[in-house]
């Protein structure tokens, strides 16, 4: 099923934003965020597994991102607060049966990507 990302946005340094994926999860799925920047490689932000909500962070959004699911909605939400220029992205949901990875490679169903803008 295609996953659908949307919530982005233009906000100010400082603000916050929350992205959805949906219909994400099934059991035994990992559900992550990635984003890219223009003219950058596609890195990951987080990742949270459908069964037992286990979380992994990327290091520079620790303390200002939170990864979580609504299983009765099969929603996966990125709240993003302090937001800084340097998180200005396409930000794509992805999803994998297993655990949790880093890599892009590892992810073979993606949602289309929701931009957001962070303003100095």
């Known amino acids: 099923v295609q996953l659908q990302a949307f919530g982005g946005g233009l906000v100010q340094a400082g603000g916050s934003l929350r992205l959805s994926c949906a219909p994400s999860?099934?059991?035994?799925?990992?559900i992550s965020w990635f984003r890219q920047a223009p003219g950058e490689q596609r890195e990951f932000v987080a990742g949270?597994?459908?069964?037992?909500?286990?979380?992994i962070y990327e290091d520079s959004v620790k303390g200002r991102f939170t990864i979580s699911r609504d299983k009765a909605k099969r929603v996966t939400y990125l709240q993003m607060n302090n937001l800084k220029a340097e998180d200005t992205a396409v930000y794509y949901c992805?999803?994998?049966?297993?655990?949790?990875?880093?890599?892009?490679?590892?992810?073979?169903?993606w949602g289309q990507g929701t931009k957001v803008t962070v303003s100095s």
């Open positions: 992805a999803s994998r049966s297993g655990d949790i990875r880093t890599k892009s490679s590892d992810y073979n169903n």
């Open positions: 999860g099934r059991t035994n799925y990992a």
């Open positions: 949270i597994t459908w069964n037992w909500g286990t979380t």
